[in-house]
């Protein structure tokens, strides 16, 4: 009996099971996408600017995703492709994961998320497309360094900037390189900025007067002696070492009246500082006359036109044809020309070329703030810079503008822009405020409120101190406490930053360099100014073409 309960269960089973060749119906793995994501809780974009150091990173997907796949699919990833730790927590069955960094992110840093295709569903289906999500950290608000005094820091500013033109100085000629990478290339009109910044380094104590006086020995020397001119007037660049030039541009082989004017300006300053009876003193003075009275101010006129022209050149004469007209960094070029005692030039090519009749007026108001003169908002600050680093603009007047209302609200246009902020640039605020002609990621341009690519420049707000000294005041504290661990360096601040695409130059430029000093000089002391408005030949030059005021 037991033997027959047996077989019949043998036989039960056997007909229980399916046919050995009969197949399994298999799965097909579907493939999916993201459906969300979210940085703190903040949705819908793939930037995210002022990311904490700690993000909490949501990822939505359609399916349940196979952990396995995880690590090998998605990076954490720095600007220079540095893979990044980070943990994941999963919910809603492994469709949504939450990716925070291992150890906090880097202040003022660009990151990126890159969710690749290698991530798979437990299904086993694939993401369809990658998704990259950039993170850009916010600023660390603590203090980079001890807090000292308003007075202390200005002192340490302009010393440290002076540096550039000092200890970086082009060892045969004494003139300033063009920027801290140019070798043997030398600045015409940076070195005039230099030069001009001497005797602030003198006064301040960062020199001795014996030891300034060797320098402009040399530098005077080299001009006179050596350096390459054309009826007088400097090209743009210089081989600090031959004198010969280098060419600026294609056709730019030649004169540069305009950078000449910058250089002539600051060598009337230091001949009005360097005024000792003794023998040294005097011949330098009587040099930079010389290396003066032999530019051909009027011969740039070209035919004696109503204009003067900016460039020359001894290959393609005068095929660049740019007239000098206003209104931008250019007014000092006029008024050498008229104080020139040697090559001068009439009142009507001040009125007909730069001003042009007048319609370089513009009489606009912007952010409240009436503008004199210019274009739309003022312009790059350096408009408001480079004349007036010797021109006193306090109570000058003429029969355009009042020029200090217009160096003034040009100032405070660029800062109310700023603060504005109407692109909604990055970092962009009442302390961190500032545009005008400086590097940019890639290149250069003349930032200003009609060109404005999210950079800041420090020279801009530092060099408008004269003008706008709490604004300028406020910007150097942020730039020095709150971003010095970024942009403080060897030669003072670096060229400029931008703190939407963290990016911060490692370039100094002695243009933007040599208007920090100087100006924080003309708002403490008025130094520059005062040697400056001292020439005699540039008070009767002023007065040729018709300005007044309390200072000529």
């Known amino acids: 009996m037991r033997k027959l309960s047996w077989i019949f269960l ?13 197949p399994s119906t298999p799965v097909t793995p579907v493939n999916f996408s993201i459906q969300s994501w979210s940085v703190d809780g903040s949705t819908g974009v793939t930037s995210y600017v002022h990311v904490k150091p700690n993000p909490v990173i949501r990822l939505g997907f359609q399916a349940p995703i196979n952990r396995t796949t995880v690590n090998g699919a998605i990076k954490l990833n720095t600007a220079s492709a540095v893979t990044v730790p980070y943990s994941v927590d999963y919910a809603s069955g492994d469709s949504v994961l939450i990716v925070q960094p291992s150890a906090a992110l880097d202040f003022l840093s660009r990151y990126s998320l890159v969710i690749g295709t290698g991530l798979q569903s437990k299904s086993g ?14 600023i660390d608000s603590t203090d980079k360094f001890a807090r000292i005094t ?47 910044a001497i005797p602030a380094a003198v006064e301040r104590g960062f020199i001795t007067r014996a030891q300034a006086l060797t320098r402009m020995q040399t530098v005077v020397g080299f001009l006179k002696n050596t350096a390459q001119k054309f009826h007088g007037a400097f090209p743009h660049w210089l081989n600090g070492t031959t004198g010969v030039v280098v060419p600026f541009s294609a056709k730019d082989n030649g004169a540069d009246l305009v950078e000449t004017s910058f250089l002539m300006m600051g060598l009337i300053t230091a001949r009005q500082y360097f005024n000792d009876a003794g023998t040294a003193e005097t011949n330098l003075r009587n040099d930079i006359n010389t290396i003066y009275n032999a530019v051909e101010w009027s011969w740039f006129r070209k035919n004696n036109e109503q204009v003067l022209y900016w460039h020359w050149s001894p290959n393609f004469a005068w095929d660049m044809n740019l007239p000098i007209r206003g209104w931008n960094e250019c007014l000092i070029t006029y008024v050498l020309a008229a104080s020139s005692t040697t090559f001068t030039i009439p009142k009507t090519v001040y009125d007909q070329g730069w001003a042009k009749d007048g319609t370089m007026r513009n009489g606009n108001p912007y952010y409240n703030i009436t503008l004199p003169l210019g274009p739309n908002l003022g312009g790059p600050l350096f408009f408001s810079h480079y004349s007036f680093l010797g021109i006193n603009p306090t109570g000058l007047v003429d029969a355009y503008a009042n020029y200090q209302d217009q160096v003034v609200n040009h100032s405070r246009i660029n800062f109310e822009y700023c603060k504005a902020n109407p692109r909604s640039q990055v970092g962009y605020s ?12 890639g290149g250069y341009t003349a930032s200003s409120p009609t060109n404005d690519v999210g950079v800041i420049a420090p020279t801009a707000a530092l060099s408008s101190m004269p003008f706008t000294p709490n604004a300028s005041m406020a910007a150097l504290r942020f730039f020095y406490y709150k971003l010095g661990d970024k942009i403080w360096k060897d030669y003072g601040f670096v060229d400029a930053f931008h703190l939407g695409n963290p990016w911060f130059a490692d370039s100094f430029l002695a243009i933007d360099q040599g208007p920090i000093v100087v100006m924080i000089e003309n708002h403490r002391s008025q130094l520059i100014w005062n040697l400056f408005m001292s020439a005699p030949e540039v008070k009767a030059g002023m007065r040729k073409l018709g300005f007044t005021g309390p200072n000529l």
């Open 10 to 22: 043998l036989l039960l089973t056997a007909c229980s099971k399916k046919p050995a060749d009969q």
């Open 125 to 138: 289906g694939r993401l369809t497309s990658p998704t990259t999500i950039n993170l850009y950290t916010q």
């Open 150 to 196: 308003d007075d202390a820091l200005l002192t340490l500013v302009q010393r440290q900037t002076f540096r550039y033109f000092w200890d970086f100085a082009h060892p045969v000629s004494g003139l300033a390189r063009e920027r801290n990478t140019s070798g043997d290339v030398v600045t015409t009109g940076g070195s005039g900025f230099g030069i001009m």
């Open 430 to 441: 009442d302390q961190c405020w500032g545009l005008t002609a400086s590097d940019i990621p």
